[in-house]
């Protein structure tokens, strides 16, 4: 079945520090992936995508995700964070050719001045 | 343009009671999806629309939940005898329909059940 897995549930870094959170899924072949943020009382806002090709995907806010194929990853970065980050992130798997994700359980990112 | 809207934004309810939440998707998006998030969980996927038509209602967790959609635009998500286990925010999502489209989500609905 598929799955998605992000292992850390808080995460907290200073203001100015770099950023990975983990996404690890399970499915048989590539999927399509994503990365959505949301803010305390908003919903979901995509942060960046990954259908195919260049392996390492810029998105917004100066975020940029790594698809490993061998460790089945895509992990989200960022090299400096700002404290206007502190929110919850979740990443998404959707199999090819379909409309339904598969969202990971959320890492909350909090942000030390 | 607009976002996606839900109404209302917080629903505090009694045991028992029936309850609608509202969700007005993008102008021109055919997909819908509503999803259910609970504390410290993920998104729970609920309901899938295309058009007014739902091909996917596996993720209603029980009769008690039911979905319509009206003129391929605003969907309804419908609560009957809510129980206290139904509190939690309610998203609604929508995508231009093509497989593995980018889904837009709206703020949600916090529904509290007494």
């Known amino acids: 079945a598929q799955s998605v897995t992000q292992p850390d549930i808080h995460i907290t870094v200073s203001e100015g520090a770099s950023l990975e959170l983990r996404c690890n899924y399970s499915?048989?072949?590539?999927?399509?992936l994503f990365w959505y943020v949301q803010s305390p009382g908003q919903g979901l806002q995509l942060l960046l995508k990954y259908f195919s090709g260049d392996t390492l995907v810029q998105g917004i806010k100066g975020f940029e995700a790594e698809f490993k194929r061998s460790q089945s990853s895509f992990n989200l970065r960022k090299p400096s964070v700002h404290w206007s980050d502190a929110a919850e992130y979740f990443c998404a798997v959707g199999p090819s050719g379909t409309y339904k994700y598969i969202f990971g359980t959320g890492t909350r990112l909090k942000v030390l001045a | 343009g607009a976002g996606v809207s839900q109404s209302p934004s917080n629903k505090v309810t009694e045991k028992g009671k029936d309850v609608e939440l509202r969700c007005d998707p993008i102008?021109?998006?055919?997909?819908l999806y509503w999803y259910r998030q609970s504390l410290g969980q993920g998104l729970e996927f609920l309901i899938y629309f295309q058009g007014n038509s739902a091909p996917d209602k596996s993720g209603l967790p029980s009769d008690r939940f039911s979905a319509e959609r009206t003129g391929g635009s605003v969907s309804t998500l419908t609560i009957q005898r809510t129980q206290q286990e139904d509190s939690a925010v309610y998203l609604c999502?929508?995508?231009?329909?093509?497989?593995?489209?980018?889904?837009?989500f709206g703020p949600g609905t916090r529904l509290t059940v007494l």
């Open positions: 102008s021109g998006h055919t997909a």
């Open positions: 499915y048989g072949a590539t999927p399509y």
């Open positions: 999502a929508s995508s231009p329909g093509r497989a593995n489209n980018e889904q837009f």
